[in-house]
């Protein structure tokens, strides 16, 4: 069955600190690997999408990383600010069902000062 | 910058009632699509939507959903007899093309009470 998983569940860091998240997921074959940040109450706002092919993708202060092999993917968050408070969610998309996205549970991260 | 909005964002109905739930994508876009994230739980995907018919649902959207696109904006999501279960945060997102390594970009969604 295709399935993403996520943890830790939970995390709580002090601003200013880095973190990394995980993700390992069972879907294959599959297209690419999303990483989406939500606010409470907000819809999810995309932050990296990699294809099978690549290892690592950055955006600001968010790196994603890929490995196929083993079918695990991170999310590292440098510098962390009050604002990173928010669920993290990994979203995997099925080579023969590219729309069909499969959701991570995702990580609450909490950033305190 | 243009976003996808949702309308209304809090939405209450008795059981058994029937619902529509609005969307306006971003105007460039060409595929829909509806989610939905109950409380505590992972976000579903529901169904997408391209050239005015059905592209791909899931389990979750059965005879009680539809979905129509009635005019060149709008996007909406149709449940015909709610149930308790029906009760969740329901997100639509819109791409300018399907799968790929195309952004959805989501809507902030319509939270349905269903009582």
């Known amino acids: 069955k295709n399935q993403v998983e996520q943890s830790p569940q939970s995390l709580i860091i002090l601003e200013g600190k880095n973190c990394t998240l995980q993700c390992n997921y069972t879907v294959s074959p599959f297209s690419n690997l999303r990483w989406y940040k939500q606010d409470t109450g907000r819809g999810p706002v995309s932050l990296t999408i990699m294809t099978f092919s690549e290892n690592t993708k950055s955006n600001g202060r968010y790196t994603a990383t890929l490995d196929a092999d083993t079918k695990q993917s991170s999310l590292h968050i440098t510098a962390s600010q009050l604002s990173d408070s928010a669920s993290y969610i990994c979203v995997v998309s099925p080579l023969d069902n590219t729309d069909k996205l499969i959701f991570g549970t995702g990580t609450r991260l909490q950033v305190f000062p | 910058e243009p976003e996808v909005t949702q309308t209304p964002s809090h939405q209450v109905t008795q059981m058994g009632q029937e619902v529509i739930l609005r969307c306006v994508p971003i105007?460039?876009?060409?595929?829909f699509y509806w989610y939905r994230q109950i409380l505590g739980q992972k976000v579903e995907f529901l169904v997408s939507?391209?050239?005015?018919?059905?592209?791909?649902k899931s389990e979750i959207f059965d005879d009680q959903f539809s979905v129509e696109r009635p005019d060149g904006s709008n996007f909406t999501l149709k449940i015909r007899s709610t149930k308790l279960e029906d009760s969740a945060m329901y997100f639509c997102a819109s791409a300018t093309e399907a799968g790929g390594t195309d952004t959805q970009y989501f809507g902030p969604g319509t939270r349905l009470t269903v009582l």
């Open positions: 105007s460039n876009h060409l595929y």
């Open positions: 939507f391209y050239n005015n018919e059905i592209s791909e």
